[in-house]
């Protein structure tokens, strides 16, 4: 039906070509009725054998021919599950690659896309070609126009390929295909690049919670280095008075017991609270002040509003170890060790200070321990939290941890 539609449409505007050439004067008079008659007659093969072409194309390209797929104007309809924007970027770079695309006009406001694309000589020249009566209007463009209708966090592309002419000329001409080829060129190439972002989308997945696992791993083996010369000096000083203060190593176990209590290991990187790492900071004070006793004084100065905000566990009793540890009992008569929380806009700042030896035979936060508490900010908190180490007035040191007052999200930490 498709080549008899075509052999009939170009056998009537042949024979009504043939009647007004045959009335026309240099005509008029001379018996030209067979020629014209074997004239057409070539016009004709040459109509068939380009539908004929024109077929088997269609066929080698879509597997299968339809009055869909037959057709020189070709439309199709891809939901793309991206935002508006993200779609017509992929559809724009699609169209852009096509082969022989040229004249393209691209409107990102209104989403719209038009080009126009050389159409490309399928067999080749042939020495017939003038005789082809599909030739006889020039070589045509083909063109293109799409659009992107948003949806709800989707865009809907609608893509439209035909010949630079009127729709009159699809009884008298086929494309070859070539409609066929752009529109699946298109299609399949908005297909690849949505898959090849979920590919991306899945690696970056992968990634994230392979670093996410990672940044537990360095924050347990960062908790984890606490000296553990704290407990056993604890526990041999508490032996040691068993034997002559019983009452004294009574008080010392009783404070190491609460110590261990608010010790327990949390799951995962889960937070703490300041209230909780007061407590535990409470008990190893007062265990070293059983050992260095009246060396060592303690001032603690927390609101209670501020007991429930998250804290990372141990990070406090480090800066209190470092204050005594650095400051405290290298002095001869001991000091201070002041513990002070207090609310800035959105973050909570906590303070420890000493009035012990200060810079001078301190480590000036370049220790371990230092550095550690540094490192576990930066891997739960990023640059949102900050530890500042500067001199305290008149003697001594202040090391001030400053930390958001809302716990970072699952998603939020690097």
């Not at 009783?254 to 007061?278: F, Q, W």
Request: proline share 6%.
């Amino acid at each position: 039906m498709f080549v008899a539609r075509l052999v009939v449409a170009w056998f009537l505007a042949l024979l009504f070509i043939a009647l007004v050439l045959g009335e026309s004067p240099p005509f008029r008079y001379r018996d030209t009725g067979g020629v014209t008659m074997l004239l057409i007659f070539l016009a004709l093969l040459m109509v068939v054998t380009g539908a004929v072409s024109h077929l088997r194309r269609v066929r080698l390209i879509a597997g299968h021919i339809d009055s869909d797929t037959l057709g020189n104007r070709q439309r199709r309809r891809v939901e793309v599950p991206f935002e508006a924007d993200e779609a017509f970027d992929l559809l724009d770079a699609a169209i852009r690659e096509l082969p022989r695309t040229e004249d393209i006009e691209s409107a990102r406001d209104s989403l719209q896309i038009r080009a126009k694309v050389k159409r490309p000589l399928t067999y080749g020249r042939s020495p017939f070609e003038r005789l082809n009566p599909g030739n006889w209007f020039g070589h045509l463009r083909n063109q293109i126009y799409a659009t992107v209708t948003p949806g709800n966090g989707a865009g809907s592309v609608t893509l439209i390929c035909e010949p630079e002419a009127g729709a009159w000329s699809d009884w008298f001409r086929v494309d070859d295909g070539t409609n066929l080829e752009n529109a699946e060129a298109i299609t399949r190439a908005i297909t690849r690049r949505v898959a090849e972002k979920r590919r991306q989308e899945k690696r970056r997945a992968e990634q994230s919670e392979s670093e996410k696992e990672r940044t537990v791993a360095r924050l347990n083996l960062l908790h984890a280095q606490v000296e553990p010369h704290f407990l056993y000096n604890t526990l041999a000083s508490a032996q040691y008075l068993t034997r002559s203060e019983p009452a004294q190593a009574d008080r010392m176990l009783g404070h190491l017991i609460h110590y261990l209590r608010h010790s327990l290991p949390l799951n995962d990187d889960a937070l703490s609270t300041v209230g909780d790492e007061l407590e535990r900071t409470r008990a190893y004070l007062e265990i070293m002040r059983l050992r260095m006793g009246p060396r060592l004084s303690l001032q603690i100065e927390v609101p209670d509003a501020l007991r429930a905000v998250p804290l990372p566990p141990m990070m406090l009793q480090t800066l209190v170890e470092n204050a005594i540890k650095h400051g405290l009992e290298p002095k001869p008569g001991g000091g201070t060790v002041w513990i002070t929380a207090r609310r800035d806009d959105g973050a909570i700042a906590i303070t420890v200070a000493d009035d012990g030896c200060g810079f001078s035979e301190a480590t000036s936060g370049t220790g371990i321990g230092l550095k550690n508490v540094r490192e576990r900010l930066r891997l739960i908190y990023g640059g949102a939290a900050t530890l500042s180490v500067v001199s305290n007035a008149p003697e001594g040191v202040a090391s001030t941890i400053t930390v958001p007052a809302q716990a970072p999200k699952a998603g939020d930490a690097p």
